[in-house]
């Protein structure tokens, strides 16, 4: 008999369109771990916030996996401190539209969400599974401005969880590092998985790929035929924030257009559907006085991109850039390799675990646009380089990013966890 599991996601509903600054790694992972724990014969409840108001209550998807959403009194977009602030009534409504029925283990991604298993695990004895997705501690060094509730909050579920499940080694160490002398209990390194599709091979060319241009450019400024892209580009996958590295990688490619003007153009994907991130992005630039000479015409924003077209994308192009300032995994980067991309990603955090320098692609070290043009540059003007990257790369994500497998070993994590205790209500 399978297990009945509760996942908790409270800012990351795995149906949310991918794209956009509200969406990203954890919602994908999200979906595609429940997808594949359906898959395996179990069942799986993802209580979420109620973010977007036309979406409806209960959504099933998979194969016995749902989606229940929970208003907190206010459906639409709500901020972290926003939703943080309403985690009691998120709890009240996640209770009242919980089953009569037990859950055998409770999964909660990101440590808000961990508060509210943990609160979950104390009314109900259900063993509680986090994984943190990201940490706090992280953020702070990041930026030098420490959210000390969080920290205080997020140590509390580490500490407390039955088990930690981190996507890197790196993710162990800094968790470990963040608790102190008060040790974490059982701590599972399981990587996150790329969705089966990157991994398929290019279909031969048809109809869609014939038609012209000017059509196929109706979704998002790019041609997503069968046939290969006519021209070379280098492109960036992701929110437009600045952690991502965006600000970094036009200054670095503004720098590689100044020594050479036939570098091949920047396609950026991201973004929300009406350009508005976009926007304020590129106008901010300006006013920084960061556009070189001709910079706009070469840069092509494509806005949010269909996860289905993806593949493609990241194929055909010259290169794909990572340049975030951490990444605690790095999802572009294995769905990239796995699609046969070539990957420049900076040196830090999980993107180190996933591209091997100088064998599956290139690492660089972060917030250095000097250091990225260089790379990008001999990555350009190497092309027996980049069909390597682009074999051993592929090779090396079907060997580790596979998501059934990846599903099989948090499965056995849930079940030893669920066998350790008896669940009572």
């Known amino acids: 008999m399978g297990l009945r ?38 069942r799986v409840d993802v209580f979420t916030h109620w ?4 979406a409806p209550e209960v959504e099933p998807f998979g194969e016995g996996v749902r989606v229940i959403r929970i208003s907190a009194g206010r459906k639409g977009d709500l901020e972290k401190s926003d939703l943080y602030s309403r985690l009691d009534r998120f709890y009240s409504e996640m209770r009242a539209k919980t089953p009569s029925g037990k859950y055998d283990v409770v999964h909660a991604h990101y440590w808000m969400s961990g508060l509210l298993g943990l609160k979950l695990r104390g009314e109900c004895g259900y063993p509680l599974v986090y994984t943190p997705h990201s940490l706090g501690m992280v953020k702070g060094l990041q930026t030098g401005q420490w959210d ?20 890197t080694e790196t993710e162990r160490d800094l968790a470990r590092e963040f608790c102190g002398k008060t040790p974490i209990g059982s701590v599972s ?12 091979d290019p279909d031969p060319p048809t109809a869609e790929s014939r038609r012209p241009d000017a059509e196929r450019d109706r979704d998002c400024g790019a041609p997503f035929g069968s046939g ?12 437009l924030t600045p952690e991502k590295g965006l600000g970094v990688l036009m200054e670095a490619y503004s720098m590689w257009a100044a020594r050479n003007p036939d570098v091949p153009p920047l396609w950026i994907a991201g973004g929300d559907a009406y350009g508005r991130d976009w ?25 949010p991109v269909d996860n289905k077209r993806l593949p493609r994308l990241y194929r055909d192009a010259a290169m794909v850039v990572v340049p975030s300032w951490y990444e605690s995994f790095g999802l572009v980067a294995a769905e990239a390799m796995a699609a046969g991309g070539v990957v420049i990603a900076s040196d830090v955090g999980g993107l180190r675990h996933i591209v091997q320098d100088g064998v599956t692609g290139r690492l660089v070290p972060p917030k250095n646009p000097e250091i990225l043009a260089r790379v990008m540059e001999e990555t350009w003007s190497c092309r027996d380089c980049r069909e390597t990257y682009r074999r051993k790369g592929k090779s090396d994500a079907r060997r580790r990013f596979a998501w059934p497998a990846i599903a099989q070993r948090v499965v056995d994590v849930y079940l030893a966890e669920a066998a350790k205790k008896p669940v009572s209500l």
């Open 51 to 54: 973010s977007r108001a036309e």
């Open 189 to 200: 390194v399981i990587p996150a998985g790329v969705a089966g599709h990157f991994f398929e």
């Open 228 to 239: 290969r892209h006519p021209k070379p580009y280098v492109l960036y996958v992701g929110r």
């Open 148 to 167: 000390w509730e969080r920290l205080w909050r997020e140590r509390s579920v580490l500490v407390d969880a039955d088990h930690v499940v981190v996507t």
């Open 279 to 303: 926007k304020r992005w590129s106008n901010n630039f300006r006013k920084l006085g960061r556009w070189r000479e001709g910079d706009p015409k070469r840069i092509r924003y494509l806005g």
């Open 5 to 42: 599991i509760c996942m908790i996601s409270d800012h990351g509903d795995p149906l949310a369109p991918l794209g956009d600054s509200k969406s990203g790694g954890q919602n994908q992972y999200v979906y595609q771990l429940a997808l594949h724990l359906g898959r395996l014969g179990h």
